[in-house]
T-cell receptor, first 114, second 114 residues
Framework: GQNIDQPTEMTATEGAIVQINCTYQ??????LFWYQQHAGEAPTFLSY????GLEEKGRFSSFLSRSKGYSYLLLKELQMKDSASYLC???????????????FGKGTKLSVIP | DAGITQSPRHKVTETGTPVTLRCHQTENHRYMYWYRQDPGHGLRLIHYSYGVKDTDKGEVSDGYSVSRSKTEDFLLTLESATSSQTSVYFCAIRPAYTSYNEQFFGPGTRLTVL
């Protein structure tokens, strides 16, 4: 099984940098995803890590340490539109049809204030 | 937009009535998923499908059944709705052509069981 923890809420100031952490304990690991979800909308894919290290994509970066069961999402130059929930999800190592299943954390609600 | 629609988008029903939610995709993706999202729980997998007539249970399948008689439609049925099934239901697909095998989500159905 999977256990994924993220902070429930965070607040940050426009223009600043914020780091959203995710820790996981899993029976198998085959990658970690970050999704963004604005209120009342569907989750949208942000980033993917399967090897240790940092992946950068514009203002967003995601880091993974497999030995520590730890990831973070880094948002730079925060904008008001970044106010959303950020979901951490771990993919397991199941075989056949059961593979590629995702287990989601409860999400971190980020509020960006002026 | 991965060509996913869900219907209805909103539904209010009474305890004990049957309810069917529809997920429709236009790109012949093999893998389709049903999730529910509740405050304090995050996204949880109900059932998934890996082809026509091929389905399997997820983490929270009790009280739900699914059917997939053609590639483009994945139906979720609540045989006898209960108030605990009040939730937002998301359908997702997993294309075979993406780099990370990420999932893409439909717009969601908000179901209220009175």
């Amino acid at each position: 099984g999977q256990n994924i923890d993220q902070p429930t809420e965070m607040t940050a100031t426009e223009g600043a940098i914020v780091q959203i952490n995710c820790t996981y304990q899993t029976s198998g690991f085959n990658g970690l995803f970050w999704y963004q979800q604005h209120a009342g909308e569907a989750p949208t894919f942000l980033s993917y890590n399967v090897l240790d290290g940092l992946e950068e994509k514009g203002r967003f970066s995601s880091f993974l340490s497999r030995s520590k069961g730890y990831s973070y999402l880094l948002l730079k130059e925060l904008q008001m539109k970044d106010s959303a929930s950020y979901l951490c999800a771990v993919r397991d190592t199941g075989s056949g049809a059961g593979s590629y299943q995702l287990t989601f954390g409860k999400g971190t609600k980020l509020s960006v204030i002026p | 937009d991965a060509g996913i629609t869900q219907s209805p988008r909103h539904k209010v029903t009474e305890t004990g009535t049957p309810v069917t939610l529809r997920c429709h995709q236009t790109e012949n993706h093999r893998y389709m998923y049903w999730y529910r999202q509740d405050p304090g729980h995050g996204l949880r997998l109900i059932h998934y499908s890996y082809g026509v007539k091929d389905t399997d249970k997820g983490e929270v399948s009790d009280g739900y059944s699914v059917s997939r008689s053609k590639t483009e439609d994945f139906l979720l049925t609540l045989e006898s709705a209960t108030s605990s099934q009040t939730s937002v239901y998301f359908c997702a697909i997993r294309p075979a052509y993406t780099s990370y095998n990420e999932q893409f989500f439909g717009p969601g159905t908000r179901l209220t069981v009175l």
